[in-house]
């Protein structure tokens, strides 16, 4: 096991890693809307926080060596189901191979978090 870790996505902010990768797949931890610039949430819709959880799952794949369309299923955590139609289409952007996904809605997400996107995700060679 490789543990895999970046500077240009949030740093775990507890026990865990970022990423570990276990063979070629990628398990990566779930990201929110943390700005790795600034270590917190600074964007407050839906859509920018969508926006920022996707850039930090791309910063953790080209760490491991992969991109965006290796990702294999996505679990998904929104703090309000309502925002399920706003997520998407952010969501749709990024991830263009539409790979398996669960999408949830959960009582609060740490920081206070509208979002929170985890993925797997298949690292070649």
Request: net charge negative; aromatic share 6%; proline share 4%.
């Amino acid at each position: 096991m490789n543990v895999i870790h970046t500077h240009e996505a949030p740093a775990a902010v507890g026990p865990y890693s970022q990423a570990v990768l276990a063979g070629n797949t990628l398990y990566m931890s779930g990201q929110i809307a943390i700005d790795p610039a600034v270590g917190k949430i600074v964007a407050t819709t839906i859509e920018d926080q969508a926006e920022q959880c996707c850039k930090n799952i791309e910063a953790v794949l080209e760490a491991a060596g992969t991109d965006m369309n290796h990702v294999v299923k996505t679990t998904c955590f929104l703090a309000d189901i309502a925002d399920f139609k706003a997520f998407n289409e952010v969501y749709a952007k990024h991830f263009v191979s539409k790979p398996a996904r669960s999408c949830v809605a959960v009582k609060d997400l740490p920081a206070g978090a509208l979002c929170e996107v985890e993925a797997l995700a298949v690292v070649e060679g």
